[in-house]
């Protein structure tokens, strides 16, 4: 009995211990299938964020590829034309460390530009235009010296709004409005406002510095368009926007910008393709695209219609750039373009044609264009290059006095038959700028502009033989030396000097001074005159 009754504790006691450890067992079994099922779940929910996050991965990765694809570039607003170019200013990007006033992709920028200079022959300063003194060898330069203010002398004073907004998945709407204007009279640039100035006028003290220019007072004389850009696909914009030849002299000229000590900035005509007026284009539509390094452009100017000097234009361009080196090439054709000059001496107004904001003589052509630009960075040294050809025949559909010209301006006299054969001007140029440090550059530049006689009346021809200069229908030569140092000290502000020698001889040279009593009578033999220009200043931009 003894050993049965600790046999049956035992026993009892065995199973209550397996049972109670079965229960216990059942429970932990329990509870890790909960865990491992939220574990579970857990994981999957891991997994879908990641498969979420590198699909987000992804497409960020593709629109920085695609914005690294577009090469932004800093502008620096040095004059108004390079702040335009070369992809426009409203779509370029800018750095992130920038200080640019700016509200909602919408931002004001600007430059002032002001000094002083003395110009060996110079007529006395003009106020309305961007470019107020004679600072190359000029027709009504032999007034004597010029020693005063200096505006705009190594950029153009401008202000200007620009916006980019992303309307779409990398589709962006862009505008660029820009207004160039003379900080000494705090007036709009409006060079054929000096052209009318001086109507009537002889070459002496009585005629005050002008010149032809495509800013004709206008409230946005330099930049008024708008459209759409895409990393991928292009920017089209439409309105009032620079020429390719202009786009390609600003982006290959040594020193961009310049009125005082570049001839193909002052001159105008290179960059409008054979007349200033047409360096920026009214009632243009232009395309860009880039396709790797290779860049492609089309720009067309529509004709205001009747007997308007807002011709038919049609330029396209093709560059790239490789390993530091860039190169563009344009061409275009430009009808009915407009030179505008004073009414001879003595000659009125046209009564019979409205006066609009002032009559002017117009003279006529249709102009073929061949530019070709270059440029290499190696280091702190930048070489620029350049050629030009135009080609002036008188034009298929001439013009009738009172033809409406840019900025209001009538054309009171008009001249249809100036080219009595093709005049062919062609200029080539070359520089370099070397960074003495960052902040520190001096820049050297030559300039070259040569025609061919383009008489056909005997007479002129003989002269033309004979005298060399006879004519302005006569071949001629312009040369030109400049030098320019510039100092940025501050972020925003620079001090900067330079100075221009230019010569013209020949066909160049008819009618220019010979001596500093304002002469203009004809040189016997070949007609020569020259000019320099030093002057300082400083620029503040923003």
């Keep these: ?20 450890a079965a229960a216990i067992l059942a429970f932990t079994a329990a509870g890790h299938a909960d865990e491992l099922s939220d574990i579970q779940a857990q994981a999957k929910q891991l997994r879908d964020q990641n498969a979420t996050m590198t699909r987000r991965l992804a497409d960020l990765e593709k629109r920085q590829k695609a914005l690294e694809t577009q090469k932004p570039v800093l502008i620096n607003p040095v004059d108004a034309m390079a702040a335009d170019l070369p992809y426009k200013a409203a779509v370029k990007a800018r750095p992130p460390e920038n200080d640019d006033i700016c509200i909602k992709g919408i931002c004001v920028y600007g430059n002032f530009d002001m000094g002083a200079t ?9 106020g309305s235009t961007a470019g107020p003194l004679d600072v190359l060898v000029s027709r009504n330069g032999g007034m004597g010296s010029y020693f005063g203010v200096g505006a705009n002398q190594i950029s153009t004073s401008f202000i200007g709004l620009r916006g980019k907004q992303e309307i779409g998945d990398n589709l962006y709407a862009v505008f660029n409005l820009q207004t160039l204007f003379n900080p000494a009279s705090g007036m709009n640039a409006n060079g054929t406002a000096t052209i009318a100035q001086n109507n009537g006028l002889p070459f002496n003290n009585l005629q005050n510095s002008y010149g032809d220019s495509s800013k004709g007072g206008q409230m ?25 030849t202009s786009d390609l002299v600003v982006n290959y000229d040594p020193l961009s910008g310049s009125n005082s000590w570049s001839v193909i900035t002052f001159q105008g005509a290179n960059g409008g393709g054979g007349d200033t007026e047409n360096r920026i284009y009214d009632n243009s539509y232009e395309y860009r695209v880039n396709v790797g390094p290779v860049r492609f452009a089309a720009e067309v100017q529509a004709k205001n219609g009747g007997n308007s000097g807002t011709g038919n234009a049609f330029e396209g361009n093709v560059g790239f750039d490789y390993m530091g080196f860039s190169l563009d090439v344009v061409g275009g054709k430009i009808f009915d373009a407009v030179g505008s000059s004073p009414l001879g001496l003595g000659v009125g107004v046209n009564p019979a044609v409205a006066m609009g904001n002032g009559q002017l003589t117009a003279t006529v052509s ?75 550059d001096i820049t050297g530049a030559y300039y070259h502009e040569w025609d061919n006689t383009f008489a056909t009346a005997p007479a002129t021809l003989a002269g033309c033989a004979v005298l060399g200069s006879s004519s302005s229908q006569c071949a001629g030569t312009l040369d030109a030396v400049s030098a320019v140092i510039d100092w940025r000290f501050a972020r925003h502000v620079d001090v900067y000097a330079g100075v221009m020698w230019s010569q ?22 070949s007609n020569r005159s020259s000019n320099f220009d030093p002057g300082v200043g400083l620029r503040y931009q923003f």
């Design 504 to 525: 013209v001889t020949g066909g160049l040279a008819n009618n220019f001074f010979v001596n500093n009593a304002g002469l203009t009578t004809q040189a016997v033999g």
């Design 366 to 440: 249709d102009d073929t264009v061949f530019s070709v630009g270059a440029r290499y960075t190696i280091g702190p040294w930048k070489l620029f290059g350049g050629y030009e050809h135009i080609n002036y025949s008188n034009p298929n559909n001439p013009l009738l006095p009172g033809a409406f010209l840019q900025g209001g301006f009538i054309a009171g006299a008009v001249n249809n038959l100036a080219f009595p054969s093709d005049k062919i001007l062609q200029t080539a140029w070359f520089g370099v700028r070397y960074s003495i440090t960052p902040a520190l």
């Design 118 to 126: 003395y110009i060996q022959h110079s007529a006395p300063f003009a």
């Design 1 to 20: 009995r003894r050993t049965l009754v600790p046999r049956l504790f035992w026993g009892t006691y065995v199973k209550r211990t397996f049972i109670s």
């Design 220 to 244: 946005f004389n330099n930049a008024a368009y708008f459209g759409l850009s895409s990393p991928t696909y292009g920017t089209f914009t439409m309105g009032r926007q620079s020429a390719l």
